[in-house]
């Protein structure tokens, strides 16, 4: 399952103070896809206000887009990515083999 992740792309956005996620390339398993969503909402969530509160200043696009890059470099938010979902695939294993059961 971890392999069919790595393949997985998604953007994410924030609208209306929560962070959104849509699949852009999918594994073909809906669950393994949700995964990966779930791992971009739980990471980004906390850091929606700061996120908002650089949006609503009205910068310059390049200064704006620096900002918001910065922000997302300094939270190390690759590495919440992988343990969210290492967690994730680990559960969805879990389930899947109690099902089997």
Same mark, same amino acid.
């Given at each position: 399952?971890? !392999?069919?992740? *790595?393949?997985? *792309?998604? #953007?994410?956005?924030?609208?209306?103070?929560?962070?959104?996620?849509?699949?852009?390339?999918s594994?073909?398993?809906?669950?393994?896809?949700a995964?990966?969503? !779930?791992?971009?909402?739980?990471?980004? =969530? +906390?850091?929606?206000p700061?996120?908002?509160?650089?949006?609503?200043?009205?910068? +310059?696009?390049?200064?704006?887009? #620096?900002?918001? !890059?910065?922000?997302?470099?300094?939270? !190390?938010?690759?590495?919440?990515?992988?343990?969210?979902?290492?967690?994730?695939?680990? =559960?969805?294993? =879990?389930? *899947? *083999? #109690?099902?089997?059961?």
């Amino acid at each position: 399952m971890s !392999n069919k992740l *790595r393949d997985w *792309r998604g #953007s994410w956005r924030v609208r209306d103070g929560a962070v959104k996620c849509k699949t852009k390339r999918s594994t073909r398993d809906r669950e393994i896809d949700a995964v990966g969503c !779930n791992a971009l909402v739980m990471c980004m =969530a +906390p850091f929606v206000p700061q996120w908002q509160e650089i949006e609503d200043a009205k910068l +310059p696009k390049a200064e704006l887009e #620096s900002r918001l !890059n910065g922000l997302l470099q300094s939270k !190390n938010l690759g590495d919440c990515f992988r343990t969210a979902r290492e967690q994730g695939i680990a =559960a969805l294993v =879990a389930t *899947r *083999r #109690s099902k089997r059961a």
